[in-house]
T-cell receptor
Framework: EVTMTQSPATLSVSPGERATLSCRAS??????LAWYQQKPGQAPRLLIY???SRATGIPARFSGSGSGTEFTLTISSLQSEDFGVYYC?????????FGQGTKLEIK | QVQLVESGGGVVQPGGSLRLSCAAS????????MHWVRQAPGKGLEWVAF????????YYADSVKGRLTISRDNSKSTLHMQMNSLRVEDTAVYYC????WGYGSGTAQDYWGQGTLVTVSS
């Protein structure tokens, strides 16, 4: 089973600033990596798939990069609605494991 | 628009059984693989199971293998999860989710239902 490790556990960023979230895989997952956002009481929302492709309707301020074992989600100019927990997930190997999440707080 | 509506959750005793359903609409259900993902109270996401668009292959997390069974009825655009030998640690909100690509073998999940709560407790 591929282990996904996210850092930091919590990130506090002011509106308008850049937020950078990291995700590391225990073995190569090529570009088969997705990012999700989840707000309290809501289902997760797909942000990025294939490591760097934005899902339908996702604002351009969200971008993903990386391949192999190291991945990054960047929010270029944080908006107040971007708070929540962000998860990465690999789907290169079964089971499709999630990271433990990064909680993004608005400072 | 894509809609996924889960049902069947509830309270069950350890060792008991439950059957979850997910009614899909707004897309061609029969050409998309489907997932179940769960989230224990206050915890992160855990992928549980996937079934190919035609039902020919299923994949499970080790934690549920042999106890939970995913299935689908393409004629009714419905996904199911039969849950047997339930344990306290199976307590979670269970989400059904649509696979991103048609005819695929399992990728990201682009649409999610609102979830149904399963509580396993004596």
């Amino acid at each position: 089973e591929v282990t996904m490790t996210q850092s930091p556990a919590t990130l506090s960023v002011s509106p308008g600033e850049r937020a950078t979230l990291s995700c590391r895989a225990s073995q190569s997952v090529r570009s088969n990596l997705a990012w999700y956002q989840q707000k309290p009481g809501q289902a997760p929302r797909l942000l990025i798939y294939g490591g760097s492709s934005r899902a339908t309707g996702i604002p351009a301020r969200f971008s993903g990069s990386g391949s192999g074992t190291e991945f990054t989600l960047t929010i270029s100019s944080l908006q107040s609605e971007d708070f929540g927990v962000y998860y990465c997930q690999q789907y290169n190997n079964w089971p499709g494991t999630f990271g433990q999440g990064t909680k993004l707080e608005i400072k | 628009q894509v809609q996924l509506v889960e049902s069947g959750g509830g309270v069950v005793q350890p060792g008991g059984s439950l059957r979850l359903s997910c009614a899909a609409s707004g897309f061609s259900f029969s050409i998309y693989g489907m997932h179940w993902v769960r989230q224990a109270p206050g915890k992160g996401l855990e992928w549980v199971a996937f079934i190919r668009y035609d039902g020919t292959n299923e994949y499970y997390a080790d934690s549920v293998k042999g106890r939970l069974t995913i299935s689908r009825d393409n004629s009714k655009s419905t996904l199911h999860m039969q849950m047997n030998s339930l344990r306290v640690e199976d307590t979670a909100v269970y989400y059904c989710a649509k696979d991103l690509w048609g005819y695929g073998s399992g990728t990201a999940q682009d649409y999610w239902g609102q979830g149904t709560l399963v509580t396993v407790s004596s």
